[in-house]
């Protein structure tokens, strides 16, 4: 990696160790001033945004540099000719795994995320009726954010370089475009290569033009299931400015509070004081092992 990607400036060898500067092709001035630029739309300081997922994560550069920010990244990449480059992600202490957006879900339940990033991952994002897309709106928590840097994003600069049309790259974006519209997120942003949308925190302020709904009722029942083209519907909510699902306190609030999921009776065999009952036992255990350790 260090020789066949050394453009894109990922990872370098020295005497004998290797060094990751997090480089990558969408953000040659550093993964730093790409999140940067994420934070100025996506309020990535405040501890609105605690989990994170990255598709096509390469060696998972975006993931590690998102950890000082205290936001924690699933990282995902398939094994390809350059061998599993989440390798380095895991010897490296970054959360990744071996994936791909196929044909099976990902093995996390739905609104598990507050947002996800698309960085010149090459998932086609536009075949199978937007199948993939549905499933990254399936994790992302409503209010979440979802980031797309790379094509089709600014194809007007870039369609000689990547050789393609105009055609076929506007075509590509309209309908990325289209599927968002249709799963309630918002674009907020649109700058250069990098392009920001906002899922709405409930279904009673977006006009859906499709009415094709996911059956399913259990949303943590999704190991080896398979992918399903459909939208997964949003939580019912009572008003128009409720979260859909119950709105979750910001990090590190968000460590002790009782889950919305939790309070709202959705997890079997876990109640409200069953929870807080864990909670007290996790803060003993982890004085005692401070006292010993």
């Known amino acids: 990696l260090a020789v066949e990607k050394a453009v894109q400036n990922w990872v370098q060898f020295e005497g004998n160790v290797f060094k990751f500067p997090g480089g990558g092709t969408m ?11 994420l934070a100025s739309v996506i309020p990535i300081a405040d501890g609105s ?16 540099y998102m950890l000082k920010r205290k936001v924690l990244t ?19 202490g970054v959360p990744a795994i071996i994936a791909v957006l196929g044909s099976i879900q990902l093995p996390y339940p739905s609104r598990a995320f507050d947002m996800a990033q698309c960085s ?26 979802w980031v797309l840097s790379g094509p ?10 990547w050789k393609r049309s105009k055609e076929d790259l506007k075509a590509e974006q309209s309908r990325i475009e289209e599927l968002a519209e249709s799963l309630c997120w918002e674009k907020k942003y649109e700058k250069g290569d990098v392009a920001i949308w906002q899922k709405k925190v409930n279904d009673k302020s977006c006009a859906r033009k499709s009415d094709n709904f996911c059956q399913s009722s259990d ?37 002790f509070d009782v889950p919305p999921r939790v309070r ?12 807080e009952e864990d909670n007290k036992l996790w803060k003993k255990r982890v004085t005692n092992y401070k006292r010993i350790n």
């Open 49 to 64: 945004i605690r989990t994170a997922l990255d598709t096509g994560c390469g060696v998972a550069s975006w993931g590690a």
């Open 74 to 92: 699933m990282s995902f990449a398939p094994r390809d000719n350059h061998e599993a480059q989440v390798q380095f992600a895991l010897e490296r």
């Open 27 to 37: 953000f040659p001035q550093g993964a730093d001033a790409y999140i940067d630029e």
């Open 219 to 255: 949303d943590g029942d999704v190991w080896y299931k398979k992918m399903e083209t459909c939208i997964t519907p949003f939580p019912e909510v009572k008003s128009s400015d409720e979260v859909a699902g119950g709105e979750l306190s910001k990090f590190p609030a968000r460590l």
């Open 120 to 145: 010149r991952c090459l998932i086609p994002w536009t075949a199978n009726d937007g199948t993939y897309l549905m499933e990254v709106d399936r994790v992302l928590r409503p209010g979440g954010y």
């Open 264 to 275: 709202s009776g959705d997890v079997p065999g876990v109640t409200t004081e069953s929870y």
């Open 152 to 161: 089709p994003i600014n194809w007007k600069t870039y369609y000689k370089t």
